[in-house]
């Protein structure tokens, strides 16, 4: 697969992802299996979760079109590898050992590391440039 369609694809789903946060949080803490009804505070988060990720959408869709620089589009995709890779940090760290592991701390784990691999696959392949020390 080309490194524009895994582009495309990670644009999608961050923007379903964030979209479906912004204006549904209930079902977002449905997948999360937080409690029900939800706080006020925790919708608030929720849609924040959901704005960063339209943002980071976005950004990579603005990044990714012909005009653009590529080093536009690598500081994009650089930052959404930087903070999925903090998301699935704090997924793994922030739990006890000793609680039963449940599939509301799955689904944001499995999504964050597939915006990790989404994110290097979408990279382009640059060729070394020759070294200017000789």
């Keep these: ?4 369609k895994f582009r495309r694809f990670l644009v999608s789903g961050r923007a ?3 979209w479906l946060a912004v204006l549904a949080p209930g079902i ?6 937080l409690n029900s009804p939800l706080a006020s505070e925790t919708k608030y988060l929720i849609r924040f979760f959901g704005i ?3 943002v980071l959408a976005y950004q990579l869709y603005q990044a990714d079109r012909p005009d653009a620089g590529p080093e536009e589009l690598e500081e994009a995709l650089r930052q959404g590898i930087v ?3 903090l998301d699935l940090a704090f997924i793994l760290f922030s739990k006890k050992h000793s609680e039963s592991r449940s599939f509301g701390r799955t689904a944001p ?6 915006g990790i691999v989404l994110g290097m696959l979408s ?3 640059r060729e070394v440039p020759e070294n200017s020390q000789q």
């Design 16 to 18: 379903t992802v964030g």
């Design 28 to 33: 977002m803490s449905k997948v999360w299996r």
């Design 52 to 54: 960063r990720n339209v």
């Design 109 to 114: 784990g499995l999504a964050a590391a597939a």
């Design 83 to 85: 903070i999925d890779t």
């Design 123 to 125: 990279r382009q392949n």
């Design 1 to 4: 697969m080309q490194p524009k």
